[in-house]
């Protein structure tokens, strides 16, 4: 079995709950080195989690040759510059999603994968969770008839850290570095889930605004597209709402029921057919990457084949700037 060392460049939040975990945890990975900008955050990172290298250079991680695989989890502007560094070096990465902070980086990202021969896996991890496969289930075998419309709608209140100074407020707000708003942040897991079921996105229009006045980036958007199978959909976020209209779901009609579903809440999934009305309760893992992470593993040691691709996750970019009006 071939052994994949992993080198993180970023050791954030979702390093410690979501992802970070799952890389020891899978056999023949193992993390052995972090990167931080800041020196006492990687080197409190590497103690806490028992790594034996932290450094405060990408490119020193990245030439490190302990290390033969790299993940990053960094802000989406530097996602780009990243992987192509560790790209050219030879050594295989796995990004956090979106795969970048445009369309345009995207197909640069690709464009180096394909003439490196290096892969670039990204974290679009629910395609592999349990609650998400039993959604695609229940399309794929009919059990709602032909699927007519989608529906996305998300909507919450204000976040506290909103209402900070411009120089406090979180990454995600500042688009020359999150590309958008939180609806760069979190639409692209609603659409990828979409597109691993009904194929690509080939049209798409959107309306975006700032109707709370909290911040700079876009905090309201309406959206319609279209699959390429002609299926047509609509999404409309909301993130300066009222609390009254708290609300993560995803409707899936067909000519024979609907069901719909949560992405961030994972509330039960609710099947309505001419039979009745089903909720199925679908548990996911500790540790919400580890199925992905173990995918994107056995396609390095050659025993398997991980389709989370930086050319699958592309088509999310390009619709997300096409609902921006980036181009």
Not at 229 to 253: M, Q
Not at 277 to 285: A, G, I, Q, T
């Amino acid at each position: 079995m071939k052994q994949i060392n992993w080198g993180f460049i970023g050791c954030g939040e979702v390093t410690e709950i979501k992802s970070g975990p799952a890389f020891n945890e899978v056999p023949g990975s193992r993390i052995v080195a972090v990167m931080s900008r800041r020196a006492e955050k990687a080197k409190s990172y590497a103690r806490r989690h028992g790594i034996p290298k932290w450094f405060t250079d990408a490119q020193a991680l990245v030439d490190d040759p302990d290390v033969n695989a790299v993940y990053i989890a960094t802000p989406p502007s530097s996602h780009a510059t990243y992987a192509i560094m560790a790209m050219h070096a030879g050594k295989p990465v796995y990004v956090e999603k979106p795969l970048a902070a445009s369309y345009d980086d995207c197909a640069r990202v690709n464009h180096v994968s394909q003439v490196t021969g290096v892969p670039c896996y990204v974290a679009y991890y629910r395609r592999y969770l349990p609650y998400f496969d039993k959604v695609k289930d229940i399309v794929m075998t009919g059990r709602i008839g032909k699927a007519i419309n989608v529906q996305i709608r998300f909507s919450c209140p204000p976040r506290q850290l909103d209402y900070n100074k411009p120089e406090d407020r979180p990454w995600r707000l500042q688009p020359d570095i999150a590309g958008g708003g939180y609806f760069y942040d979190l639409a692209p897991h609603q659409l990828d889930l979409l597109q691993n079921i009904f194929g690509v996105i080939t049209h798409a229009e959107g309306y975006s605004g700032n109707r709370g006045g909290l911040y700079t980036a876009e905090d309201t958007v309406s959206a319609c597209f279209r699959f390429e199978n002609g299926l047509p959909g609509s999404g409309s976020w909301c993130f300066v709402g009222h609390d009254s209209a708290r609300e993560d779901r995803i409707e899936i009609i067909g000519d024979k029921g609907m069901v719909s579903f949560s992405v961030f809440d994972y509330q039960p999934i609710e099947l309505i057919t001419s039979s009745g009305r089903e909720l199925l309760d679908v548990p996911n893992p500790k540790y919400v990457q580890k199925p992905l992470i173990k995918a994107v593993i056995e396609s390095l040691q050659g025993t398997g084949n991980c389709k989370c691709t930086s050319i699958s996750a592309t088509p999310v970019n390009w619709v997300m700037d096409r609902i921006l009006g980036k181009f």
